[in-house]
């Protein structure tokens, strides 16, 4: 199914918009900390990472603990989120344990039409069906197929990695990285995640940034603007940042309504990701709350035809 739509759809998309298909999962920035001349493991890293950013959590211009920041270095380009959550590191575990709990997450964002998964001796694999903030089936979307593999689950560190070797346009190398890691006031996680642009994704970004991307802006600051007020950077390190802080939101989603009966977590969920994106409107708003809840269901249950082997319905 994903290699047939791959073939039909990929060449048609509407280019300026693979933009949408191409940010949606990018970012990564090391603060400056050496982690391989130090030979620091993971877990010590996240920790040296989390000193250094403590006050940026505790003292920001949003007044959540949560600190952003992207690159865009040579063909790559980057962006993480660092937040500290009061749920313990178990839960974090818990929820997103399997490929299928990622789609869960994922599939809460605007641009994903879709996420099925593959979870056996042989395979362990998800794939997101990228697509238009409006509501697509998945056979108009962009499939993304990542390998999914747990690098660490300890007491109290947590490390999961999602990896695409391809992407639209000829961009490559995508990633997604989650550890987590127990502090003394809570768990701080860290999404971050990566990806290789190319020549025709650097023209559609330029075309994106001068149209349906112009004005907006991200999280990370800049220095200030004439009357003292943070000023937020744009263009594509903006366009990265949204994303990613979109990725984070669907996580705090997701363990804001872990406790309730399987069968209300989709309903609940997508509620409460809009409702924690109004808290950034400035940055995330892109549709009004009934569109997007109106859309997400009509996903859901195309995902749920998609995953089963079915044809979705129109």
Not at 155 to 170: H, K, N, S
Not at 196 to 202: D, E, K, L, P, Y
Not at 289 to 311: F, P, V
Request: glycine share 6%; proline share 5%.
């Amino acid at each position: 199914m994903t290699k047939r739509i791959n073939r039909r759809f990929a060449g048609s998309f509407p280019t300026p918009l693979r933009l949408g298909l191409i940010a949606l999962l990018v970012g990564l920035s090391l603060l400056g900390v050496d982690r391989s001349a130090h030979a620091l493991s993971p877990q010590e890293a996240l920790l040296a990472d989390y000193r250094l950013i403590r006050p940026k959590l505790l003292h920001n211009s949003f007044g959540v603990p949560v600190y952003v920041q992207s690159r865009e270095q040579d063909d790559v380009l980057t962006a993480e989120i660092y937040g500290r959550v009061d749920y313990p590191l178990q839960r974090i575990k818990a929820a997103l344990a399997e490929p299928a709990d990622w789609c869960d997450l994922l599939a809460l964002n605007i641009n994903v039409k879709a996420c099925v998964h593959e979870n056996n001796a042989e395979r362990r694999w998800l794939t997101l069906y990228m697509g238009r903030k409006f509501y697509q089936p998945p056979e108009k979307a962009y499939p993304l197929r990542y390998r999914f593999q747990t690098d660490a689950a300890t007491a109290d560190y947590f490390e999961e990695t999602l990896f695409a070797a391809d992407g639209p346009l000829g961009t490559a190398d995508y990633r997604i990285a989650l550890q987590a890691i127990t502090i003394p006031d809570g768990t701080l996680i860290h999404i971050r995640s990566a990806y290789r642009s190319s020549t025709a994704s650097r023209v559609a970004t330029k075309v994106y940034l001068a149209t349906l991307g112009s004005g907006k802006i991200g999280f990370s600051t800049d220095g200030v603007d004439s009357d003292g007020k943070p000023k937020y950077v744009e263009g594509v390190r903006g366009t990265i940042e949204r994303n990613a802080m979109r990725h984070y939101l669907a996580l705090q989603a997701v363990l804001e309504t872990w406790e309730m009966p399987a069968e209300a977590r989709f309903e609940a969920r997508i509620k409460r990701w809009f409702t924690l994106t109004e808290r950034y409107h400035s940055q995330l708003y892109e549709m009004a709350r009934n569109e997007y809840l109106d859309a997400k269901r009509r996903e859901r249950r195309s995902q749920q035809y998609l995953q089963d082997g079915q044809a979705t319905p129109q």
